[in-house]
């Protein structure tokens, strides 16, 4: 059974910066590809950022240039950097894995097996 837990959420202002973890078990980590997705409320889940187990990366448009998505195999661990942080960056984070490790990063909510409870993130102005 894979377990990710997410953590490092939390109430930030505008221009500001925070790192998001996602700690996994349960599996072997590194060949799996991961996701951060995002809720707002009121709104449909969206995707962030994706890396493969290869190592590449994908990002959203409303992200790109601003958060870098990492992961360290040895601690079975995904991050999220999210710097210059905006008030529509506010809600809750959720990270993903699937064990079908094409290399390429996947932006489909469809392709993840896995998904944390979530860490939120409110960013204000």
């Known amino acids: 059974q894979v377990q990710l837990v997410e953590s490092g959420g939390g109430l930030v202002q505008a221009g500001g910066s925070l790192r998001l973890s996602c700690a996994a078990s349960g599996r072997t980590f590194s060949s799996w590809n991961m996701g951060w997705f995002r809720q707002a409320p009121g709104k449909e889940r969206e995707f962030v950022a994706a890396?493969?187990?290869?190592?590449?990366?994908y990002y959203a448009d409303s992200v790109k240039g601003r958060f870098t998505i990492s992961r360290d195999n040895a601690k079975n661990t995904v991050y999220l950097q999210m710097n210059s942080l905006k008030p529509e960056d506010t809600a809750a984070y959720y990270c993903a894995a699937t064990s079908i490790g094409s290399g390429a990063p996947s932006p489909l909510e469809d392709e993840y097996d896995y998904w944390g409870q979530g860490t939120q993130v409110t960013v204000s102005s």
């Open positions: 890396i493969s187990w290869l190592g590449r990366t």
